[in-house]
Structure formats: structure tokens, C-alpha cells
């Protein structure tokens, strides 16, 4: 599962890879010389990423009569989703607990007088 993960991260280290992703999330299935089309790059060079996308298990390709669509794997997806929002949760229970903190620092010098004692 980790070795999934790693190369789901680095394929998508990429930015034209996430862009490929991100336009097949968007706009469903298509094929190598749909997904070349806004780039100003050769057929080989999105095969090159899509194969990289592949190997990582972010995209899969099927056969369809004459057609060679390419399609996103969401599972993938839902792997790094889930492992980011693990660590995104322990993060803000942090940044909760340290919260509290400086919220208690703050109530406690808003109760002293200027010269440090208590108000009464």
C-alpha cells in the first residue's frame, strides 16, 4: 500500500501528469490524442506521462472497438485522500490544543493588573 501511495505522490509530482488527472476527473475518459490536444507537446511525450500515471495505478487503459480510452482511477485517488486526511486531522487537533493554550496565556494576563497582580 505505501509502495501505491509513493508513486501515486511522485507521478503527481508532475504538473502536466496533474493536469491530465485533473482534466480526466473533470471531463471523464479519453483517448491519448484527446488528452495531447492543449498541450504543445508530441503524442509520445502524454504517453510517457500517462504511463507513468499507470504505472502508479492513477489511470488505466481499456480498448473500445478502434478506441484506446484512458481512464482515471479513482481508488488511487481515494488512497492519498484518506493518508492526507489522517495527518490533516492529528495537524488541527494541534493547532486546537494550541489554541487552548495561548486562549488560557490570554485570559490569564487579561485578568492581572499593569504591575503584574491580580485585578480585583
Known sequence: MT???SRAFQALADPT???????LAAD???????????????LQAVSKHLKVLEEA?????SRDAQRR?????AEVLDLMTGWIERYRRRAEE???RLDA????MEHSEGSQGSDGEEAS
Request: aromatic letters at 4%; proline letters at 5%.
Open 94 to 96: 494541534r493547532f486546537g
Open 3 to 5: 509502495d501505491q501511495l
Open 28 to 42: 471523464g475518459d479519453a483517448t491519448v490524442g484527446e488528452l495531447a490536444a492543449p498541450y504543445d507537446v508530441s
Open 17 to 23: 501528469r496533474r493536469d491530465l488527472v485533473a482534466r
Open 57 to 61: 495505478g492513477l489511470v488505466s487503459r
Open 69 to 73: 480510452p484512458v481512464h482515471l482511477e
Open 101 to 104: 493554550v495561548l486562549a488560557d
